[in-house]
């Protein structure tokens, strides 16, 4: 008999066939969800979702041993409370990686060689109006600050070698043994750096941690390049520093307040802006789906999770 899952949020056609063929899917997407929960939600073991879990959910999910995310990211996902309770939450680690790596690359390169601006210019006729464009800036020498060395951080730091860059990380505390400069002090960093490219995990603890005066320490030849979480910098202030030259360029994947963002950031030709696409490739969105079915088939069929998250990397089975 299969066991009765939950889905929220909008799944892919694979994730939602995979998901049929082990489990009895009640879909929360387009339902009436007061009356799902009542006809189902006693029964409901599991849930893959896309879109987060409400802290609601939980009373009405009373068997509930299993919420299987679709990202690395779980800021949306209450999981100490989720752990007090004895359910393990999973996530989608390390099949994202080179993805979003390459997003911040191509992030770098945009804003440092003008690619958006260029191509403007061309469209526009200048080039043949106003003749050859300013000249730019390149990657070689310049120092990338990380603020984040987790598996990102360190795929983003791997790739930089190619550019000849040097990189220097900031994290809560030292990673023994990686060949990078630490800094202890995020706006120091942030004052010795070209780039600081921002990959750390979102949620309160990192809230507004890029704020006016890490901003102001990289200063009007630094860029930032953003491709964790829009609430890891205090955007007002980050718009504000781009506008009047505090700040010298941006390029960002993510916002405080997707997917709002600052009308005022459309007018710089300083900044490259893109809807949240650091992972979004067809062979990455296939492996992170396949993964949330897969946490959710090896956690009752084999009895422990493939990736839990760390605060129920203790938790099994009931």
């Known amino acids: 008999m299969k066991r009765p899952l939950l889905t929220i949020g909008r799944l892919t056609p694979r994730m939602t066939a995979r998901l049929a063929d082990h489990f009895t899917v009640h879909a929360l997407a387009g339902a009436d969800e007061q009356a799902l929960l009542d006809a189902h939600g006693g029964d409901i073991v599991g849930v893959a979702t896309t879109s987060g879990f409400p802290v609601r959910l939980f009373d009405a999910l009373p068997k509930l041993e299993i919420i299987s995310n679709y990202g690395v990211g779980y800021d949306s996902i209450p999981a100490a409370e989720a752990a007090s309770r004895g359910i393990v939450v999973t996530h989608t680690p390390n099949v994202l990686n080179d993805e979003v790596a390459n ?45 984040g ?3 990102i951080g360190k795929a983003i ?33 942030a004052r010795d750096c070209d780039y600081l490219v921002v990959i750390t995990p979102g949620g309160a603890g990192t809230a507004k941690l890029v704020d006016r005066k890490v901003l102001e320490a990289l200063g009007p030849d630094g860029t930032l390049i953003n491709v964790a979480r829009g609430t890891v910098i205090d955007e007002a202030e980050m718009v504000a520093a781009l506008q009047d030259g505090r700040l010298g360029a941006a390029g960002l994947d993510v916002f405080e307040k997707e997917p709002h963002v600052p009308e005022a950031l459309f007018a710089l030709d300083n900044v490259v802006l893109v809807p949240h696409v650091g992972s979004a490739t067809v062979e990455t969105r296939q492996a992170m789906g396949d993964l949330v079915v897969d ?24």
């Open 149 to 151: 060395l987790g598996r």
């Open 295 to 318: 946490n959710l088939i090896d956690w009752f069929g084999k009895g422990a999770a493939i990736t839990p998250v760390p605060e129920c990397k203790h938790i099994r089975p009931k």
């Open 157 to 189: 730091a791997e790739k930089l070698a190619v550019f000849h860059c040097t990189v220097v990380y900031h994290t809560r505390t030292e990673k023994p043994g990686e060949p990078y400069r630490y800094y202890a002090d995020l706006t120091e960093m």
């Open 103 to 147: 997003t911040a690359i191509a992030l770098m390169l945009a804003t440092s060689r003008r690619i958006v601006a260029y191509d403007k210019y061309v469209r526009a006729g200048q080039w043949k109006s106003e003749g050859d464009a300013p000249l730019t800036r390149g990657l070689a020498g310049k120092t990338v600050g990380i603020l």
